[in-house]
């Protein structure tokens, strides 16, 4: 399967990462009132990088530092945001006007996601539990419960960093019975879907859940 990533067909409007290594590394920068910003280090915490990397479709931050993309063009905004990190969008976020400005030459802050994930949990308590989607050509799909097993749903929890598969249930309400979708097949010791054998399914009647322990150790 080819995949398109989510921010390469649907691009966000208001947050870009620019002069980085990829699409998902770079110097932040947000649009406000038809004008693109830089954003300031001091400004910039984990919670606010989770959704910028959530809303590029560029997985969980890496690294959160300044000065190593160069300072850009764009002026420093004057918002602070301060992000739970679980918003989908950067400008959902709540805002605060600085006190002072404090922002000087090469204190804009860079971020680097870990990339896109193509696969997610949705409809339960947390991003780690939920009815498991693929993103593919644009668009999110359900994954058939057929010849589903905990080794599948092992490979799902590696990959969005929750640790080890806790149950696999099969989604009795809920799903598109005409919708199409795929069907995953892993040994278990890989560490992203993409690595395993994904077929089309052309009808879905039962989508697949996935239970993961939590947030792994490492991104604690």
């Excluded at 398109?4 to 290594?21: E, M, P, T």
């Excluded at 910039?44 to 910028?52: G, L, S, Y």
């Excluded at 605060?96 to 204190?107: I, L, V, W």
Aim: aromatic share 6%; net charge negative; charged share 20%.
């Amino acid at each position: 399967l080819t995949f398109c990533s989510l921010s390469a067909c649907i691009l966000s409007d208001s947050v870009r990462l620019v002069d980085g290594a990829g699409r998902c590394s770079g110097r932040v920068e947000v649009k406000s009132h038809q004008s693109w910003t830089s954003v300031c280090e001091a400004d910039f915490d984990r919670q606010d990088a989770e959704v910028v990397c959530r809303e590029l479709d560029c997985g969980t931050p890496l690294t959160l530092q300044g000065a190593l993309y160069g300072e850009g063009k764009h002026p420093f905004g004057t918002n602070q945001f301060q992000c739970k990190g679980s918003e989908n969008r950067l400008l959902t976020c709540s805002t605060s006007d600085k006190e002072e400005y404090t922002c000087t030459s090469g204190s804009a802050v860079e971020l680097t996601c870990s990339g896109p994930d193509h696969v997610r949990l949705v409809g339960g308590s947390g991003r780690c539990a939920g009815m498991l989607e693929m993103f593919h050509s644009g668009e999110w799909r359900g994954v058939t419960a057929d010849r589903w097993s905990m080794r599948d749903a092992a490979v799902v929890c590696r990959q969005l960093g929750c640790g080890s598969a806790v149950k696999s249930p099969m989604i009795v309400s809920g799903g598109d019975e005409t919708g199409w979708g795929f069907h995953i097949a892993c040994f278990g010791s890989e560490s992203t879907v993409k690595e395993c054998t994904i077929l089309y399914s052309s009808k879905i009647r039962f989508p697949v859940g996935v239970v993961c322990s939590g947030i792994s150790k490492n991104e604690k």
